[in-house]
């Protein structure tokens, strides 16, 4: 009975035993089937993950000469919405102030197919007029109407880069210079319109060797004013890397009122928006003014937002006189920030 006892439990352990040797290996194959699936997965991950590829930084533009720095602009064209704000406006810009003497009347319109000329296209002109500043000092010629200028020197001026795009963009501006037409009362003290001209006259690429260059002939009035003894103003270089069309009013306006260091003038916000000829709605020209004030980054000016009651005015204040820098005048810019606050 013994012998019977022991063989029973014997082979009873037997039993468990191998039941849980079963139990173990499928557990150790369920973890390690596991495993291998966690391991595919993340390889699959790793090779969906796409690799980190830095982004080319953009070619940096060339150092300017002075030549290259001399662009001028024109002063009466400073004074009245001869451009459009708007890269694509259509509809025509109109003009009409008493100077006291005259009735000034500017009316700026398009031809069938193309959006006026704005104060973007206006670049190649500052840079035209650049050009014929150089011979005019000069004392010994007068100017040509027709200018020839490489195109790669030209990009360069404006600081853009010289690629396709550049160019279709140039191209495009010169046929906004030429088919946008001008009648106005300025030049005409009886108070009658000009007869309607073009800023330019005409344009073309011509190739002499490897060198692109480009024949700008400007119109009889444009060229008239440009060459009367005193009529540009230096441009500042930075000008060109101003992209809001906003802050290049702003600036143009600056330069033509305040001519040394620590000339402040002010004009009402209703005259800035007369004299822009912004599309805009007077409150969200109101708005962006503002705003463009507290930014305060138009170069060679300090521009201070003045509260006066149901109105308000800007004024600017030059910071420089060219050639010589000067510092900010903290108490202006101090008394501008407490007012804001």
């Known amino acids: 009975m013994r012998k019977f006892l022991s063989s029973f439990f014997l082979k009873l352990a037997r039993t468990f035993g191998e039941k849980e040797a079963q139990q173990l290996s ?3 194959q369920t973890e390690t089937s596991k495993e291998i699936i966690e391991a595919s997965e993340a390889s699959k991950e790793i090779k969906l993950k796409e690799p980190k590829v830095k ?6 533009l060339p150092e300017l000469s002075p030549q290259e720095r001399a662009a001028r602009d024109i002063t009466e064209m400073m004074e009245v919405p001869f451009l459009a704000l708007s890269k694509n406006r259509k509809e025509p810009i109109i003009y009409e102030k008493h100077d006291g003497k005259n009735m000034i009347k500017v009316k700026v319109s398009r031809h069938t197919g193309h959006f006026l000329a704005s104060i973007y296209d206006w670049d190649i002109v500052l840079y035209v007029a650049g050009k014929m500043q150089e011979i005019l000092n000069k004392g010994s010629d007068i100017p040509p109407r027709t200018m020839i200028i490489p195109r790669h020197e030209l990009l360069k001026a404006l600081r853009k880069h010289d690629g396709k795009k550049e160019e279709l963009d140039l191209r495009a501006a010169l046929s906004r210079l030429q088919r946008t037409g001008i009648d106005t009362t300025i030049r005409n003290e ?7 001209f073009g800023f330019l006259d ?19 009035w444009l060229y008239d004013g440009i060459c009367v003894k005193g ?3 230096m441009v500042d270089s930075e000008y060109f890397s101003i992209t809001s069309a906003l802050k290049r009013f702003l600036y143009r306006t600056a ?4 001519g040394g260091h620590g000339d402040i003038w002010e004009f009402s916000v209703e005259k800035l928006y007369e004299k822009s000829g912004s599309e805009s709605e007077f409150r969200f020209f109101k708005r962006d003014l503002k705003e463009i004030v507290k930014q305060n980054d138009i170069p060679g000016y300090f ?4 509260d006066k009651g149901a109105k308000a005015s800007v004024s600017f204040k030059n910071l420089k006189k060219l050639p010589l820098l000067v510092e900010v005048d903290e108490q202006f ?3 501008n920030l407490l007012q804001e606050s």
């Open 231 to 233: 009529a540009l103003l």
């Open 303 to 306: 521009l201070r937002w003045i």
């Open 202 to 220: 005409s344009w073309g690429y011509t190739k002499r060797k490897d060198i692109r260059e480009i024949h700008i002939t400007l119109s009889q």
């Open 333 to 335: 810019r101090e008394e």
């Open 26 to 28: 499928i557990q150790e």
């Open 190 to 196: 009886d108070g009658r319109y000009d007869a309607g």
């Open 55 to 60: 982004k080319p930084k953009p070619p940096r």
């Open 255 to 258: 330069r033509k009122h305040t």
